[in-house]
T-cell receptor
């Protein structure tokens, strides 16, 4: 089954304790992206990756890191989480960047709910 | 930077009534435009997208949207609401130069029996 998986789905942590949220897709997609969703703010793009070893900042990259060593995986790293990073996080992927040919659909993972105390 | 405005954070319609969810974008050059739906405790699912082909775009579940360049709008409609349409709807844009996505703040649709 074609899907985007995220782990963990729920996470409670404390300020300053490094954490990683994993994202994996099995569709051989080139483009992957991370978003955070907050009430009243919609989704905001954190980082995206056009392909392996190619990543770039989205709208709200502060406090986050990403890496893309393999095509299928795109982990989100919070090296020193703070309470303002409490949010619902979504990973998404598409065959290529949606705008390249305007044809590609982004597939979203189920979300990771993070609480930073 | 791009921006997307969704007018009305909450919309209520009666079952069988017209659904109209509004989306306006700010861009001098028409971007790619999308509508996504999010059901409770789930990720987002693409409803439809505009990619500079036909201005009237048909999507899944009976939804459609019309791109109006003069109004910089991409409103989502459905002729007859079903109970199963109750969800959060997001409009999104992606500039035709650049690789980012910008989402609106969402509209929560309630369908009244």
């Amino acid at each position: 089954e074609a899907q985007v998986t995220q782990n963990p789905r729920y996470l409670i942590t404390v300020t300053g304790k490094k954490l990683t949220v994993t994202c994996s897709q099995n569709m051989n997609h080139e483009y992957m992206s991370w978003y955070r969703q907050d009430p009243g703010l919609g989704l905001r793009q954190i980082y995206y990756s056009m392909n392996v070893e190619v990543t770039d900042k989205g709208d709200v990259p502060e406090g986050y890191k990403v890496s893309r060593k393999e095509k299928r995986n795109f982990p989100l790293i919070l090296e020193s989480p703070s309470p303002n990073q409490t949010s619902l996080y979504f990973c998404a992927s598409s065959l290529s960047f949606v705008g390249d040919r305007g044809q590609e659909t982004q597939y979203f993972g189920p979300g990771t709910r993070l609480l930073v105390l | 930077a791009q921006s997307v405005t969704q007018l009305g954070s909450h919309v209520s319609v009666s079952e069988g009534a017209l659904v109209l969810l509004r989306c306006n974008y700010s861009s001098s050059v028409p971007p790619y435009l999308f509508w996504y739906v999010q059901y409770p405790n789930q990720g987002l699912q693409l409803l439809l997208k505009y990619t500079s082909a036909a201005t009237l775009v048909k999507g899944i579940n009976g939804f459609e949207a019309e791109f109006k360049k003069s109004e910089t709008s991409f409103h989502l409609t459905k002729p007859s609401a079903h109970m199963s349409d109750a969800a959060e709807y997001f409009c999104a844009v992606s500039p035709n130069t650049g690789n980012q996505f910008y989402f609106g703040t969402g509209t929560s649709l309630t369908v009244i029996p």
